[in-house]
């Protein structure tokens, strides 16, 4: 099976930051990396697939970049409502794994 | 609008079942593979279960196989999630979510439920 690590697990920033989250695979899955936005007692929402394509609605500060095994989220300019657990999840191959997250807080 | 909505969630003793339901209306829930995902308190996600439009094809994390069975009649928009001999690490909101292909392989999770939490505890 294939893991996904993410780092940070949590990270404090203030609003207008640039944050960058990065998740690696334990073998390759080509682009096939998914990135998700969950808020409290919500259910996450995806803000990209295809490790770079971006979701329809969500704003562009949000990027995806890598392929491989290294994939990166990246937030240019941090707003309020942005802080939220952030996960990555692998597409590439059953079981689709998700990595274990990255908590975005108020720094 | 789309609208999906888990339900059949609740307290049950280890060794316990349950049967969770996720109504689905606003898409074309027929065309589309369906899932499950979990999420146990205070941790992250984890993919459970996937049936093929017509049900030919089920896929189960390995925690889980041959205790739970996922199904659905398209006829009532409906996905259920069979769950037996229950384990206080089935502890979880467990959500019913649809995967969108972009290809012929990649996938996410474009549609998802409120989730319902299942407890399992003596």
């Known amino acids: 099976d294939i893991q996904m690590t993410q780092s940070p697990s949590s990270l404090s920033a203030s609003v207008g930051d640039r944050v960058t989250i990065t998740c690696r695979a334990s073998?390759?899955?080509?682009?096939?990396l998914n990135w998700y936005q969950q808020k409290p007692g919500k259910a996450p929402k995806v803000l990209i697939y295809?490790?770079?394509s971006l979701q329809s609605g969500v704003p562009s500060r949000f990027s995806g970049s890598g392929s491989g095994t290294d994939f990166t989220l990246t937030i240019t300019s941090l707003q309020p409502e942005d802080f939220a657990t952030y996960y990555c999840?692998?597409?590439?191959?059953?079981?689709?794994?998700f990595g274990q997250g990255t908590k975005v807080e108020i720094k | 609008e789309v609208q999906v909505v888990e339900s059949g969630g609740g307290l049950v003793q280890p060794g316990g079942s349950l049967r969770l339901s996720c109504a689905a209306s606003?898409?074309?829930?027929?065309?589309?593979?369906m899932s499950w995902v979990r999420q146990a308190p205070g941790k992250g996600l984890e993919w459970v279960a996937s049936?093929?439009?017509?049900?030919?094809?089920?896929y189960y994390v390995d925690s889980v196989k041959g205790r739970f069975t996922i199904s659905r009649d398209n006829a009532k928009n409906s996905l259920y999630l069979q769950m037996n001999s229950l384990r206080a690490e089935d502890t979880a909101v467990y959500y019913c979510?649809?995967?969108?292909?972009?290809?012929?392989?990649?996938?996410?999770?474009?549609?998802w439920g409120q989730g319902t939490l299942v407890t399992v505890s003596s």
């Open positions: 979510a649809s995967p969108k292909y972009y290809d012929s392989r990649g996938y996410y999770f474009d549609y």
């Open positions: 606003g898409f074309s829930f027929s065309s589309y593979w």
């Open positions: 049936v093929k439009q017509d049900g030919s094809e089920k």
């Open positions: 073998q390759s899955i080509s682009s096939y």
């Open positions: 295809g490790a770079s």
């Open positions: 999840q692998q597409s590439y191959s059953s079981p689709r794994a």
